[in-house]
């Protein structure tokens, strides 16, 4: 059974960085799209970016190419490079396959404070 482990998140001041860290366990993701998801406060899941097992990537228009998705194969790692961060950017961000296949994990917080 894959697991999920979302990491990295944190508390930042408006126009900080983070990294942020998936790893998959169980089994190898190598073959499959994955997408970062965020849900803020309030509202529903939403999906961030995705990255296709060659590497391509898309974004939901929100990001303003203040995000990047990419990914290790060899550690079974999906990353999301977040920069110049937002107050409403504050929420939950979860890992998953796309389209959703695996269990979500616990997700890792993003705070952000302006």
């Known amino acids: 059974q ?3 482990v979302e990491s990295g998140g ?5 126009g900080g960085s983070l990294r942020l860290s998936c790893a998959a366990s169980g089994r190898t993701f190598s073959s499959y799209a994955m997408g970062w ?11 961030v970016a995705v990255i296709t097992d060659g590497g391509s990537t ?17 550690k079974d ?4 490079q977040m920069s110049r961060l937002k107050p409403e ?3 939950v961000n979860l890992c998953n396959a796309h389209p959703v296949y695996y269990k979500w994990g616990q997700g890792t917080q ?3 404070s302006s």
Do not use: H, M, W
């Open 110 to 112: 993003v705070t952000v």
């Open 37 to 47: 998801f965020r849900q803020a406060p309030g509202k529903e899941r939403e999906l």
């Open 77 to 80: 790692t999906v990353y999301l």
């Open 10 to 14: 944190g508390l930042v001041q408006a």
């Open 58 to 74: 898309t974004y939901a228009n929100f990001v303003e190419s203040r995000l990047t998705i990419s990914k290790d194969n060899a």
């Open 2 to 4: 894959v697991q999920l």
């Open 89 to 91: 950017d504050t929420g």
